[in-house]
Every structure is written in C-alpha cells, then in structure tokens.
C-alpha cells in the first residue's frame, strides 16, 4: 500500500492509494518541528478512527519545505521499512522534460501537477494551482513541463491588507454579491475576489497569446473550487491533481527502478 505525502507551504495532506484508489485523505499544518514519531501517532490514531487496516510498504513525498522531508525520510524508515522516493531528488525519474534555464529549481509540487495533468489531460495545458502561491504550470504538447507564471496567493493577499493597513480587518475570501461595496469587509473580498478572476484571464490569455495554440485550463487547489463558480476560468477542476501525479510518478520509478 502507497503513502502518498505532499508538503507545502501552509498544509500538508497523507493519502493511502490502494493501487486503484484513494482510501482516504487527511490534512494537517505543516510544521517543520514536527517528529516522525509524531507524525506516526496522528496518521495511525487516523487511519484507528477511519477502520483502515492496511499495512503501508512504499511512501512518496513531495515537498517545498526542505526541512520537513528528514522527519519524513525517518517516519518511512522507522515505521513502514521502506526508503521514500523523493520528488525533486536525483534518484526520483520523471515520466516528463523539465526544459527551463539551467540550473532552475523547479518546486516539487509543480512538477507534480504537471505530470498528472498530462496523464489526465495530454498536452498543452495551464495548470493553475490556488496554494500559499498562485501558480500557473504551462504543459508542453508532450507533457514537458516548460514554465510558468507565481503570484501571490489569495489568502496572502488578504493577509498582506490586513498587515500594511492598520483600519482594514481580516476578512475570508468569498464572491462577493456586487462588485461595488458598500462596507470595507465587501471592498476587500470585490477587490481580492475579482482581482483575481481577472489575474487569472489575463494570464491564461497572454499564455495562450505566447504559444499560439489552444490550451486547457486545469484548476487545483484549496480556493479552486470558489473561482470555477465564476466565469468559465477553467475548462475542469481536480481536487486531487498532485496526489494523482504522485501515484503516476511512484508507478513510474517502480517500472523503471531496474532500467
């Protein structure tokens, strides 16, 4: 049984894959202080509480924080036997080119998006993830993964209003009822909610403008499913396109560990 791990900035989320499917999915904050034992005790009071009796032999990870994945190397290691394929790491094959300037670092998760879009979708994509970051993922027609585009995330945009201006509050992001507000909770989430929506047009379209081809638009991530509701952004939304890639990359490295 696989333990797919993905880490990022903000959340980090376990996933058991049975080989066919998901049996389940948990989420939790990502803190680099964090111990494998600690680890093993939440994921294993989990999987009690869920009656999930499966003996876990392979773990992926994938991870933008580079100081969580030791803890995660020992959880492997001291509690299901197994070395942890790494993405990002020289040993971890890629069914896919990475082509961009040398000696780029592309993240981990980035990487993974592109590969399970090109193993749901084909080629010529944008995947346009809703993380810590916005990131859109441009996908080669042959799935190559050729760059991309960050800008800051929804809820750091939000978080960064409230900071630089003593009279504005925290506010949740939401699709506002007008565009025009009439208190200052409303003016943020317009001015956060359509900013947004307009980032993410202008961008899909210069992208698309740039490689003079028709393009898919794969949208993931936490705050995904509030912008698919507006405007046609996307043309399919997929609340678990890394931990996907992640199978497709394990499936990979175990076809060609022996090559």
Same mark, same amino acid.
């Given at each position: 049984?696989?333990?797919?791990?993905?880490?990022?900035?903000?959340?980090?989320?376990?996933?058991?894959?049975?080989?066919?499917?998901?049996?389940?999915?948990?989420?939790?904050?990502?803190?680099?202080?964090?111990?494998?034992?600690?680890?093993?005790?939440?994921?294993?009071?989990?999987?009690?509480?869920?009656?999930?009796?499966?003996?876990?032999?392979?773990?992926?990870?994938?991870?933008?924080?580079?100081?969580? *994945?030791?803890?995660?190397?020992?959880?492997?290691?001291?509690?299901?036997?197994?070395?942890?394929?790494?993405?990002?790491?020289?040993?971890?094959?890629?069914?896919?080119?990475?082509? *961009?300037?040398?000696?780029?670092?592309?993240?981990p998760?980035?990487?993974?998006?592109?590969?399970?879009?090109?193993?749901?979708?084909?080629?010529?994509?944008i995947?346009?993830d809703?993380?810590?970051?916005?990131?859109?993922?441009?996908?080669?027609?042959?799935?190559?993964?050729?760059?991309?585009?960050?800008?800051p995330?929804?809820?750091?945009?939000?978080?960064?209003?409230?900071?630089?201006?003593?009279?504005?509050?925290?506010?949740?992001?939401?699709?506002?009822?007008?565009?025009?507000?009439?208190?200052? *909770?409303?003016?943020?989430?317009?001015?956060?909610?359509?900013?947004?929506?307009?980032?993410?047009?202008?961008?899909?379209?210069?992208?698309?403008?740039?490689?003079?081809?028709?393009?898919?638009?794969?949208s993931?991530?936490?705050?995904?499913?509030?912008?698919?509701?507006?405007?046609?952004?996307?043309?399919?939304?997929?609340?678990?396109?890394?931990?996907?890639?992640?199978?497709?990359?394990?499936?990979?490295?175990?076809?060609?560990?022996?090559?």
């Amino acid at each position: 049984m696989l333990l797919a791990i993905d880490c990022g900035n903000t959340n980090t989320v376990f996933s058991i894959w049975d080989g066919a499917k998901f049996l389940a999915t948990w989420r939790t904050s990502t803190e680099w202080q964090r111990t494998a034992d600690q680890y093993y005790v939440w994921l294993s009071s989990l999987m009690s509480f869920q009656k999930i009796d499966v003996e876990i032999t392979e773990v992926i990870v994938s991870s933008t924080v580079p100081r969580v *994945v030791f803890n995660l190397r020992v959880l492997s290691d001291r509690y299901f036997n197994c070395r942890p394929i790494v993405v990002g790491k020289p040993e971890c094959l890629l069914p896919i080119d990475v082509r *961009v300037d040398a000696g780029t670092a592309v993240g981990p998760d980035r990487l993974v998006n592109t590969v399970a879009g090109h193993d749901l979708y084909g080629g010529d994509l944008i995947v346009v993830d809703f993380g810590t970051a916005t990131t859109f993922d441009v996908v080669a027609h042959d799935g190559a993964y050729v760059g991309g585009v960050i800008a800051p995330g929804v809820n750091l945009s939000l978080e960064a209003l409230h900071r630089a201006a003593a009279a504005l509050p925290n506010v949740d992001i939401s699709k506002p009822q007008c565009v025009v507000g009439t208190n200052t *909770v409303a003016c943020m989430q317009s001015g956060v909610f359509w900013g947004y929506v307009g980032l993410v047009r202008e961008i899909c379209a210069r992208i698309k403008t740039e490689r003079a081809r028709p393009m898919k638009i794969i949208s993931t991530g936490g705050l995904a499913p509030l912008f698919q509701q507006s405007e046609a952004l996307f043309d399919a939304y997929e609340n678990q396109l890394t931990m996907h890639g992640l199978t497709v990359i394990h499936r990979y490295n175990k076809e060609n560990q022996s090559v």
